[in-house]
């Protein structure tokens, strides 16, 4: 299925609070169906293995139509389309948290955590 018209906006959402440690965000993202683009909700995961972080997807024109770049586990977050998702994926890169050995800290800046629950967490505003 070629797809010739670009995506919508992204729309405003609010990020929920992380379920407990350990979880990362996952931005929402519009998928591409028969009938047009639908959004998919972000969602709070936990990454299959320690050090993991999540590149987005991101759609891209290519010889004549948007194609998806679809997201996945990766050591590092580098260039996903340039898109500002928010929450700490501005763009390039992703300033939401970080890994520090088998712990993932969390970026209060950008990222909703309840510091009752996850006290690994600094604040360091956005690198934009």
């Not at 350990?22 to 969602?43: E, L, Q, S």
């Not at 990454?47 to 590092?76: F, I, K, M, N, T």
């Amino acid at each position: 299925m070629a797809i010739i018209l670009a995506p919508p906006p992204l729309p405003d959402v609010v990020q929920p609070v992380a379920p407990s440690p350990g979880y990362i965000w996952t931005p929402g993202y519009w998928a591409g169906g028969p009938n047009g683009y639908y959004w998919i909700d972000g969602a709070w995961l936990v990454p299959p293995a320690v050090g993991l972080l999540w590149p987005p997807g991101w759609w891209g024109w290519s010889d004549g139509y948007y194609r998806w770049h679809e997201g996945y586990w990766g050591p590092q977050v580098g260039f996903y389309g340039g898109i500002d998702y928010g929450f700490g994926y501005f763009g390039v890169g992703y300033v939401g948290g970080h890994w520090r050995s088998r712990d993932f800290y969390y970026n209060r800046a950008v990222t909703n955590v309840n510091i009752t629950h996850v006290r690994n967490a600094y604040v360091i505003g956005p690198e934009l």
